[in-house]
Every structure is written in structure tokens, then in C-alpha cells.
């Protein structure tokens, strides 16, 4: 079953802007992943966030987590037209279960 | 050196073909995953094996029978195939034991289409 949604589906900006996404999870979660997907490939591991943390960054990424609301963003900063991609939040659970949300479409526009 | 391979990357077929997926990690990792995804990209977890041992099987029909001959390795072999067995296949590793390695980042292949006519 699908954990949680992202929001926005897709998302269109201008380099050099932020982009925020934001997703909700339904559970209780150890820890939450970001993905990135580039058409045709296959995901690449952006930044684990583990339930007592509030806040990890990584480079122009930012990941914040609110257990209390269920839920989580990732900022990136001054973006790039290789930022475009889906982008997808991840719940880990046992035996190394990853659900993911459904995710959403960045592009960012030279 | 291609850290999770997976051959082939394009699979096209007839219905009711026997087919195979293969994947490989030299990443000596012990847990490794294969994930279906669909025409709108959700992505859904099929098994998952440590140490060649089955972990997880979501509700996956019985006609998709993985394989791990090695931990480096997990095959995913499906019988009869149906129009609805078509999208992408992504295998994917992990370190550590079945538990902790929900904790940890799984590296993915770059995944196997498949389209059954």
C-alpha cells in the first residue's frame, strides 16, 4: 500500500529559484528517504532523515521532518536545470521495506 | 564498475512467454529488493532477500518466483506472462542485517523495462 502523498505532483521553476516538495506518511516511521529519479534511469539516493532528527542537509538540499504532523520536505536551493527529475520520499520499515510516495515532478527551466 | 547491474534493459514479449530478469551488486551488500514500477511511476516493493534468504514477499502473484544463488545476485523469473506484468523493474541493495537494513539507503539498478504484447 502507498504510505503517503507528495505534494506537488509536478513543479515547474526557473534556475537559480528554490524548489520545495513537500510529502505526508501515515505510519510511525524508523526514518525517511529522499530519492531522485532522472528519466529512464534509476533512483539515486538523495538524504536519510531518521525520526529524531528535525532537520539534515546535504549540499543545496535541505530535509526537514515533523513527526508530529507526518511529514517532511526537501528544499533545494539555487537549482539547476540537472535538478530536473522526480523526486520521491521513502518510508523504511522492517526487512528494509521502502514505501514510496508517489512523487513529484521537478523541472527547471535554463 | 557498475555498482547494481541488471540485464536486460529492454524485455518485449508475447503474452504467456516465461521470461527472466537478471541482477547483480558488487557492492557486498546482504540484502537485496526488486521493485515494480508503474506507467505512473508509484513504485512497490516485490521481495526482498538477505543473505539469500527470502525476507519479504508482498502480494505478488505466484508466477513471479525470485531467485539468489549468492547474496550478489537475485534473479527475477516470471511464468505466463499477462499485459498488466508490463513496467519498469528495478533491483536494488542494501547493507546490513534484514532489520537494520531499514535503516539504511538502497542503491538502485537502472532498471529493466518490460512490455508484454
Known amino acids: 500500500s502507498q504510505q503517503g502523498e507528495e505534494d506537488p505532483q509536478a513543479l515547474s521553476i526557473q534556475e537559480g529559484e528554490n524548489a520545495t516538495m513537500n510529502c505526508s506518511y501515515k505510519?510511525?516511521?524508523?526514518?525517511l528517504q529522499w530519492y531522485r529519479q532522472n528519466s529512464g534511469r534509476g533512483l539515486v539516493h538523495l538524504i536519510l532523515?531518521?525520526?529524531?532528527?528535525r532537520e539534515k542537509h546535504s549540499g543545496r538540499l535541505r530535509v526537514t521532518l515533523d513527526t508530529s504532523k507526518k511529514s517532511s520536505s526537501l528544499l533545494i536551493t539555487a537549482s539547476r536545470a540537472a535538478d530536473t527529475a522526480s523526486y520521491f520520499c521513502a518510508t523504511g520499515s522492517y526487512g528494509g521495506k521502502l514505501i514510496f510516495g508517489q512523487g513529484t515532478e521537478l523541472s527547471v527551466k535554463p | 564498475d557498475t555498482a547494481v547491474s541488471q540485464t536486460p534493459k529492454y524485455l518485449v514479449t508475447q503474452m504467456g512467454n516465461d521470461k527472466s530478469i537478471k541482477c547483480e551488486q558488487n557492492?557486498?551488500?546482504?540484502?537485496m529488493y526488486w521493485y515494480k514500477q508503474d506507467s505512473k511511476k508509484f513504485l512497490k516493493i516485490m521481495f526482498s532477500?538477505?543473505?539469500?534468504?527470502?525476507?519479504i514477499n508482498e502480494t505478488v502473484p505466484n508466477r513471479f518466483s525470485p531467485k539468489s544463488p549468492d547474496k550478489a545476485h537475485l534473479n527475477l523469473h516470471i511464468n505466463s506472462l499477462e499485459l498488466g506484468d508490463s513496467a519498469v523493474y528495478f533491483c536494488?541493495?542494501?547493507?546490513?542485517?534484514?532489520?537494520?537494513?531499514?535503516?539504511?539507503?538502497?542503491?538502485f539498478g537502472p532498471g529493466t523495462r518490460l512490455t508484454v504484447l
Open positions: 557492492l557486498g551488500h546482504d540484502t
Open positions: 536494488a541493495s542494501s547493507h546490513g542485517t534484514s532489520g537494520a537494513s531499514s535503516y539504511n539507503e538502497q542503491f
Open positions: 532477500y538477505n543473505n539469500k534468504e527470502l525476507i
Open positions: 532523515i531518521r525520526s529524531n532528527e
Open positions: 505510519t510511525s516511521i524508523n526514518n
